[in-house]
């Protein structure tokens, strides 16, 4: 459908949408440039107010992927007539407010609707200087690939709606949610980083896949070395999975390559759609282990070197 729909020009139109990229970039002046984003969804924990801080952060991770910082954020509601006490909106509000006041950033307002399904979440406006942005295409063969959280957030939320989540399992994936990638966004901006995507939706596998393909060589991911939330995979391993799983292989499946040695439950994970999951970052190979230990030392402590990037192969990922 976005093929067929008319692309924008303009001389200040840095990133728009042809590369799928987190966010959009246009220059105001030379040394300024503003970046856009918006993001929400429906409840995936039961706590209101945690909710709106994982919402919250979960919109504010693209300002953070290319590398900008978040400056102003507006609510998007849409909330039931009659069903929910208003006061569950006070709390979510509440909840994303917090969040986008441990960014440095602050809440306008925002615009609400009544719908039968409450959702949330926030558009989000970031600055950023238009010669340091990073975006998710630019990735170079050698480049080593980071990942700063822990996967299966997907996995684990769906688990607490079947109620097979272990208490320990969800407290660690809320704790991942809700954690800004603040840090490690100021983290890689010391680091020449050639390309980032926060992974979100289209899981690890498909996030991947927008900056190889972009880059125009393959990624290389390694099961083994995926940082994994707690009994993420011991859900996975019996079958707790979501929809997006699905939704993301037969997506995937002809750009994607998993090779039979890996165990089902990680080729499930990696395919998990995440919610304000972490930073993919592609750098130079010999500069990865220094970052790596910054990001350990700034309390990035779930970030792992997770594979390389390649050649061209003929398919854009391959996980091995």
């Known amino acids: 459908m976005l093929h067929s729909l008319p692309t924008f020009e303009h001389p200040d139109l840095i990133v728009g949408t042809e590369t799928s990229d987190d966010a959009g970039v246009f220059r105001l002046r030379p040394d300024l440039a503003i970046v856009n984003t918006v993001d929400f969804f429906t409840p995936i924990v039961d706590d209101p107010y945690t909710l709106g801080q994982i919402a919250a952060a979960n919109a504010l991770s693209d300002i953070y992927a290319m590398g900008a910082e978040p400056t102003t954020a507006l609510n998007i509601v849409c909330f039931p007539k009659g069903t929910l006490d208003l006061g569950v909106l ?31 979440g926030m558009a989000v406006t970031g600055l950023v200087h238009p010669d340091r942005v990073i975006r998710n295409v630019g990735a170079r063969d050698g480049d080593a690939l980071i990942l700063t959280k822990a996967l299966g957030t997907g996995i684990v939320t769906t688990g607490l709606k079947r109620r097979k989540a272990s208490a320990a399992s969800v407290r660690a994936t809320v704790a991942s949610m809700i954690a800004l990638n603040k840090t490690a966004s100021a983290t890689m901006l010391g680091f020449p980083v050639h390309a980032c995507s926060d992974v979100t939706g289209f899981g690890l596998l498909g996030h991947a896949y927008e900056m190889a393909s972009g880059s125009g060589v393959t990624f290389v991911l390694e099961a083994r070395h995926m940082p994994l939330l707690p009994g993420a995979r011991r859900l996975a391993e019996h079958g707790t999975l979501t929809g997006g799983c699905r939704r ?33 970052i592609a750098l130079p190979k010999g500069d990865a282990p220094a970052l790596l230990t910054t990001l350990h030392a700034s309390g990035v402590e779930a970030a792992a070197i997770v594979g390389y990037a390649t050649g061209l192969q003929g398919v854009s990922v391959r996980l091995v």
């Open 248 to 280: 993301n292989r037969d997506y995937l499946k002809d750009t994607v390559a998993i090779d039979p040695s890996v165990r089902d439950s990680l080729a499930e994970i990696a395919l998990d759609p995440q919610t304000s999951g972490g930073l993919l």
């Open 90 to 120: 006070t709390d979510i509000i509440r909840g994303g407010s917090e969040r986008v006041r441990a960014a440095g950033a602050v809440v306008l307002g925002g615009h609400s609707i009544i719908d039968q399904e409450l959702k949330y």
